[in-house]
């Protein structure tokens, strides 16, 4: 998501309005302050933010069911997203799927099953999204394998429609409440990574004050990944969404091959995973070093 170019257009405008709602209520889906005692390295739940930024990874979401969600992309000096240009799904099995993005839209992505996606945009509004999708199904005959589905997404509906078309379709339960509006907890959390760098860190006895600054700054901002991720999961569930039933009208009816069974397995993945981007804002907030604070398995960066 390009904080930069999102304003220039109506999307961005709206998009921007929601982050920034978000950031002024503080930190959310924090209900205490950090204690390294509640913090377990080897199995991490919540959203950690990558404070190294090694490889371009923003952060990782993990949920207590084994799912997680890694952000890619790129920050400003004072710890803003620029973008967030790819995500890769780990589901609980540690098999993996991946989305693309560009200036805030899915743009490719490819399933556990190998089955691809490309979005082609013609329109994009607050109302209407417009394009084609581009897919390859990797678990029919090869004839029936390619397809081009054009979509008209009526982008106000859907908010409306959304968590029950997701239910209906996927049998996923998606979160559809707003962010909440007095978080328990707003204080800054601390990182947690420890030794001699938390010194630093808290502004210990020989730390120094410029990287005490600089951390600050970062964890003033953390909320707004939070808010980024969150938001750009509600345009990815949005429209892949919105998607699918335009499958069964348009594809389903005449190869007989693709069946809604077919297409619901390659959709899935891509629902999960914006379904945990979007729920980062209601998680715990935590700056780390992911290469060194987390037993987790940093997956390959998406290519665009």
Do not use: W
């Not at 920034?20 to 390295?41: E, H, K, L, R, Y």
């Not at 006895?205 to 970062?218: M, N």
């Not at 499958?247 to 993945?269: D, G, R, W």
């Amino acid at each position: 998501m390009n904080a930069a170019r999102l304003p220039q257009t109506v999307l961005g405008s709206a998009v921007t309005g929601l982050l920034t709602a978000i950031q002024m209520i503080g930190i959310v889906g924090c209900s205490t302050a950090f204690n390294p005692v509640d913090f377990n390295p080897a199995s991490p739940v919540g959203l950690f933010v990558n404070r190294a930024g090694t490889g371009g990874l923003l952060g990782t979401i993990r949920l207590p069911n084994g799912r997680s969600a890694f952000l890619f992309g790129s920050v400003f000096e004072s710890g803003l997203i620029r973008e967030i240009d790819g995500a890769v799904l780990v589901d609980e099995n540690g098999d993996e799927a991946f989305a693309v993005f560009d200036n805030g839209f899915i743009k490719s992505a490819e399933a556990f099953d190998g089955s691809t996606l490309s979005m082609n945009y013609d329109e994009i509004s607050t109302r209407r999204v417009k394009g084609r999708a581009d897919l390859n199904f990797a678990a029919v005959p090869e004839s029936d394998r390619q397809q081009s589905i054009p979509f008209d997404i009526d982008l106000e509906q859907n908010a409306r429609d959304l968590a029950a078309k997701v239910r209906e379709l996927f049998g996923i339960d998606i979160i559809n409440a707003e962010p909440p509006d007095n978080p328990l907890a707003k204080s800054r959390q601390l990182d947690a990574q420890r030794g001699s760098a938390s010194s630093e860190l808290v502004g210990g006895p020989g730390g120094s004050g410029k990287e005490f600054a600089r951390e600050q700054l970062i964890l003033f901002f953390v909320q707004f990944h939070a808010a980024a991720f969150a938001a750009l999961g509600f345009i990815l569930v949005e429209i892949l969404a919105a998607v699918v039933p335009i499958l069964f009208e348009l594809t389903v009816a005449v190869v007989s091959s693709i069946t809604q069974a077919v297409v619901i397995a390659m959709f899935t993945p891509f629902i999960l995973l914006g379904e945990l981007m979007r729920v980062a804002v209601f998680q715990p907030l935590y700056v780390v070093n992911i290469d060194v604070d987390l037993n987790l398995s940093i997956p390959r960066r998406p290519s665009r």
